[in-house]
T-cell receptor
Framework: ETGVTQTPRHLVMGMTNKKSLKCEQHLGHNAMYWYKQSAKKPLELMFVYNFKEQTENNSVPSRFSPECPNSSHLFLHLHTLQPEDSALYLC??????????????????FGPGTRLLVL | DQQVKQNSPSLSVQEGRISILNCDYTNSMFDYFLWYKKYPAEGPTFLISISSIKDKNEDGRFTVFLNKSAKHLSLHIVPSQPGDSAVYFCAASSYQGGSEKLVFGKGTKLTVNP
């Protein structure tokens, strides 16, 4: 148990469906992240939120829409996905203190992931 | 172009022996390195980290070594236990543009045989 929860754990959706992934962190962190892990590929950063503000969009298609209503919750809204979007979607959180070597712990803690299958 | 490389997709060792997992990186901007462990159907779990100002960090059976000149780090597990069997990810971090950017390797699957 890392203090980061994700729901649902598994999701099957058609290409015309709209669904949302939810992430919640109970660690008091101020930064949250979405990652994608496809088969045979390393984890890829999708989005970063610091203090509820999006600070990174790693060239992610607009069919993925993140939302961060507060520092503890992060959503990933999905619409008109493609079969190649099938992957494990992981949420992470960390305590951002300005970065740099004097910035203290920079460890990201991951949730269990949502296994997504797009048919 | 992969900035973080784990060239061994798998490693098999005998219980009680040392496991050595290797990782190479290319970006000199990385200043913080982490190892994560992942079991099937679970998210990555943080294991150990090291700052670029150090060359070694130890935590129980786990030690991470960093060779900045060679842009290489390694994770040593000694003694290895069957419960250590998992996929191990190396990750490198830099703080740019107001956010932490973590780049992962593809992982090495470690099997510890009883």
């Amino acid at each position: 148990e890392t203090g980061v929860t994700q729901t649902p754990r598994h999701l099957v959706m058609g290409m015309t469906n709209k669904k949302s992934l939810k992430c919640e962190q109970h660690l008091g962190h101020n930064a949250m992240y979405w990652y994608k892990q496809s088969a045979k590929k390393p984890l890829e950063l999708m989005f970063v939120y610091n203090f509820k503000e999006q600070t990174e969009n790693n060239s992610v298609p607009s069919r993925f829409s993140p939302e961060c209503p507060n520092s503890s919750h992060l959503f990933l809204h999905l619409h008109t996905l493609q079969p190649e979007d099938s992957a494990l979607y992981l949420c992470a959180s960390s305590q951002e203190v300005g970065g740099g070597l004097a910035g203290g712990p920079r460890t990201q803690y991951f949730g269990p992931g949502t296994r997504l299958l797009v048919l | 172009d992969q900035q973080v490389k784990q060239n061994s997709p798998s490693l098999s060792v005998q219980e009680g022996r040392i496991s050595i997992l290797n990782c190479d990186y290319t970006n000199s901007m990385f200043d913080y390195f982490l190892w994560y462990k992942k079991y099937p159907a679970e998210g990555p779990t943080f294991l150990i980290s090291i700052s670029s100002i150090k060359d070694k960090n130890e935590d129980g059976r786990f030690t991470v070594f960093l060779n900045k000149s060679a842009k290489h780090l390694s994770l040593h597990i000694v003694p290895s236990q069957p419960g250590d069997s998992a996929v191990y990810f190396c990750a490198a971090s830099s703080y740019q543009g107001g956010s932490e950017k973590l780049v992962f390797g593809k992982g090495t699957k470690l099997t510890v045989n009883p």
